[in-house]
């Protein structure tokens, strides 16, 4: 589709303009399209089946756990959103709100769900009588508003995509459990799907998600310096359950209050993968969610045996569970490069007159360029192989590049400094609310993305207040 | 879930309310649970669980046909949805309507989506350029509001699950075959998974469309005699494409406007199975949706080698891709009996003690409650033939019903007395809107569910206006 845009247009190079770059991807690889309203996107094909690659992933993860999809309303009444105090607080500025249904005003204002907590302990709150009926753990796909000013494809909209789990348990140490294997998740889906590495870890008191005890998060880095947050998993304590009413029938037949969690990845994760991967020529797609793993392109596809030979070849790959496509359209080999080099295709395979004769096929990686060369015979075992090199290839590129950003800071001009240069630092400092908004202020944006440690060497300071520093966070400016 | 809906106290008879049979099935099956807005409802697992099966049917044939899934906002501007004036009209007056983001007045109050024609076609407007980008066949799974006064799970809803699709074609035949062969999915679905049959045929003016030139449907027969319309697919013309100015350039190198077609199927497919198939004793699912198609309910099973033997069996049956369920919860077998039979399990398999000496157990299908006894040995190959027998037994069971009760009448009086009887009744009639308006007046909510034929015998006049008619169609009562 999108024949208006041109893919074979060049693009902003990165260096010239990585906000520029990014959006001439999203736009030419034919991941999405603007809506007519402002921070709401059209979900392509293209970029849609890359979201559907990382459901089906996620789905046989959480059921593996235990977790079952439901679907809950899109809408919130106005006075069950009121129930729990920092929620609200929280989520409301951003809230967008029906007040007219069938041509009639609301009484009670319908808040569209920007997360749906509140929705989940309503059920929970009906369907939760006994320690039988726990653990629950359900999990929910569908968009969220949130009425953002700043948007920016896939990163922050005023409509996204994602999966929010909520779960109840009897006891703190299962919801705490359940919050780190859940994050677990989100980490193992980095690393076998998306070839992206993220650093990990808990939430400073500042950044937690409003209504959580304490909140987990996957970072990424993108190329640009900044962190991308990309997951996280709230434990959610007692609060929803005592602002809710919620108990169980305990053990010790007592009336309880359980424990809840939350987590979510959105469509932010699409971000996440044209970022870390993407370079000057476009789209670089891992193979495990790649739409296309392979595309081949007939050299002289006029020419005897090419075409029903590159179709011969695709039809076998199909068997092995391979996507692929073979390109026989009316254009030169070229512009069919450069066109699957733009949407991000790991593999393109080449046959031509010469190849056919010699009963061989080129494979080129879009990672990196390199050329392979196969005998026809052994492609169905050299393309499964070759896409598992270019995943460890894209994974070992991205984590090199992670590790090679994270420094050290002692004090506010040399965090200032370092994170001038990009990446993530790490700085010991009180914890306190108040001196990360101070950081945040005298660094033009840098905050904690998450807590490296708990513990900082005796006697250290913070750099701000200067009391005694209580753990070590990786800072960073983050989109 | 949901342990305070004791699922083991009776429900409703059908023969007593029928209604009221229906919405105890609905909570006690757990299939959902009401929501804090009215006609906004939790999809609980299990409910939900059967939408996912008949998502991944639709998806597998959608994709043959070479439909790609996207996903297109949520809101719809009012100055855009303005654009087409039939369909504007149709739509307009259960819309819910966002005035209000991030606590400003919205200048263009937003429409939360009650379909999605308008987005679609803003869409096709940016995305066609040439006769190459077509034809463009494209499909969204999510939720659609429309904000109704009456409103029962499943079945008529302010929110429900569904999906449409959206397509542009060269040519008006091509879109005609679109059409048509949408029709043809959904009725194979009904046979294929949900075992339901339809009646299928084209829409009378009267009952078409908002927007379209031509609504074909499949429309279902419930046991109180009443039809439920489940699917429906639109051959929209050129008029959206007029309307919003999509144009591509064509083979003859002029511009001209696309065909477009819509089609789409919701969750009240899950409101079908329930009411076509269920009985007194509660839910009764077509094995191929069944969330559990066999559940093992051990009898004594604290006795030596039950349990094991019976976790050894469903091991056998999840491997042959089976979902399966081992019941060795405290209960009685017999309140187990009936909690499944609630759920409408397709099949129960009972082992004991003397089962297990004598090799063997004791299969019963919910469908009938016919007992079959297998070998252990043979378990693995009895179990698919008997959930293909016990859907083929349940498909049959259904289509009798909808063959016996299909009717003829030859005036307004004997079309009366027979819609009270319940069923289908066909009539020829003029086929004048206003003379459909009437019809449904005398014979209090008969309405044509489709045109049974396009040709009529010589001489008929219609039973209304007394002119000639022009067409015989299927009237029914309708939900």
Redesign the interface.
């Given at each position: 589709?999108?024949?208006?845009v041109n893919k074979n247009e060049a693009i902003t190079s990165r260096e010239v303009d990585f906000a520029k770059w990014y959006t001439d991807v999203c736009r030419k690889a034919e991941l999405m399209?603007y809506?007519?309203?402002k921070g709401?996107?059209?979900?392509?094909?293209y970029g849609?089946?890359i979201?559907?690659e990382i459901q089906n992933y996620l789905n046989k993860r959480f059921k593996e756990h235990g977790a079952?999809?439901?679907?809950?309303?899109?809408?919130?009444?106005s006075s069950?959103f009121n129930k729990e105090k920092e929620h609200i607080e929280g989520f409301a500025?951003?809230?967008?709100?029906?007040?007219?249904?069938?041509?009639e005003r609301l009484s009670d204002?319908?808040i569209?769900r920007p997360t749906s907590e509140v929705?989940f302990s309503?059920?929970f709150k009906?369907?939760?009588?006994?320690y039988?009926?726990l653990p629950?753990l359900?999990n929910q796909w569908?968009?969220v508003?949130r009425?953002?000013?700043t948007t920016r494809p896939f990163l922050r909209g005023?409509?996204f995509?994602w999966q929010e789990g909520h779960c109840l348990f009897e006891t703190a140490e299962q919801a705490r459990e359940n919050v780190l294997s859940m994050l677990q998740v989100y980490d193992d889906c980095g690393k076998d799907l998306l070839a992206v590495p993220f650093i990990k870890g808990k939430k400073t008191e500042h950044e937690k998600f409003a209504g959580a005890n304490a909140t987990y998060t996957i970072e990424a880095l993108m190329p640009d310096g900044q962190a991308l947050q990309s997951g996280t998993s709230h434990d959610l304590g007692q609060g929803f359950a005592e602002a809710f009413g919620i108990r169980f029938l305990g053990r010790s037949n007592t009336l309880e209050a359980p424990y809840q969690t939350s987590w979510g990845v959105s469509t932010r994760l699409l971000g996440a993968i044209i970022m870390v991967h993407g370079d000057d020529n476009g789209l670089v797609l891992p193979p495990a969610v790649a739409p296309i793993q392979v595309v081949i392109v007939p050299i002289r596809q006029d020419a005897e045996g090419i075409l029903p030979k590159c179709n011969e070849i695709a039809a076998k790959l199909k068997e092995k569970g391979i996507r692929v496509l073979v390109d026989s359209t009316d254009r030169t080999p070229g512009w069919k490069f450069a066109q699957w080099e733009m949407k991000g295709v790991p593999v393109r395979l080449e046959l031509g007159p010469r190849d056919l004769a010699e009963n061989k096929v080129v494979m080129t990686k879009r990672v990196n360029g390199e050329k392979v060369v196969a005998s026809i015979e052994e492609i169905e075992e050299a393309i499964p192989n070759l896409l598992q090199v270019v995943h460890k290839e894209m994974y070992q590129k991205a984590k090199d590049f992670l590790d090679s950003h994270i420094y050290e800071a002692h004090d506010l001009e040399e965090l200032k400094e370092k994170l001038n240069q990009g990446g993530y630092v790490k700085m010991a400092f009180c914890g306190d609310p108040e001196c990360e908004d101070k950081i945040k202020e005298i660094t033009k944006g840098g905050t904690a993305r998450c807590i490296y440690k708990e513990e900082v060497p005796e006697g250290t300071l913070c750099p701000v207040c200067g009391k005694e520093a209580k753990l070590i966070a990786y800072f960073a400016r983050a989109y």
């Open positions: 589709m999108a024949s208006n399209d809506g007519s309203v709401f996107i059209n979900y392509l094909p849609y089946a979201w559907e079952q999809n439901v679907y809950l309303p899109l809408v919130i009444p069950l500025p951003e809230a967008l709100v029906a007040t007219m249904g069938g041509g204002p319908l569209i929705l309503d059920l009906r369907n939760v009588t006994s039988r009926d629950m359900l569908c968009s508003v009425w953002e000013k005023a409509e995509l």
